[in-house]
Nanobody, 126 residues
Framework: QVQLVESGGGLVQAGGSLRLSCAASGSTFSRFRMGWFRQAPGKERVFVALISKIGGTTYYSDSVKGRFTISRDNAKNTVDLQMNSLKPEDTAVYYC???????????????????WGQGTQVTVSS
């Protein structure tokens, strides 16, 4: 079992930055690949980013590539999402998720993740 708790969401103007953090507890954090997803009102949950178990490999959706950076600290059991150059279309609830067997196209499908946080709201005003 893994418990995940996100923090760092809020309201920011377009062009601004936010840093989300996800704290994990309950199991060996380094066993899991960690991802971030987001869900806008009335839309499905979509993949944002993923980081490998020791942080050597990252993946991003095309919509955030070059603006967002995912990182992790296995000593602190945390995974962060640095979001720069935010746009109104980035407005969503952001979720962190943990999974073990995530490779190829599977990393973008939410049903392949085993554990989820409760989400944190990010609102970008124009």
């Amino acid at each position: 079992q893994v418990q995940l708790v996100e923090s760092g969401g809020g309201l920011v103007q377009a062009g601004g930055s936010l840093r989300l953090s996800c704290a994990a507890s309950g199991s060996t954090f380094s066993r899991f690949r960690m991802g971030w997803f987001r869900q806008a009102p009335g839309k499905e949950r979509v993949f944002v980013a993923l980081i490998s178990k020791i942080g050597g490999t990252t993946y991003y959706s095309d919509s955030v590539k070059g603006r967002f950076t995912i990182s992790r600290d296995n000593a602190k059991n945390t995974v962060d999402l640095q979001m720069n150059s935010l746009k109104p279309e980035d407005t969503a609830v952001y979720y962190c998720a943990a999974g073990q067997e995530l490779y190829g196209p599977a990393i973008q499908r939410s049903e392949n993740y085993d554990y989820w946080g409760q989400g944190t709201q990010v609102t970008v005003s124009s």
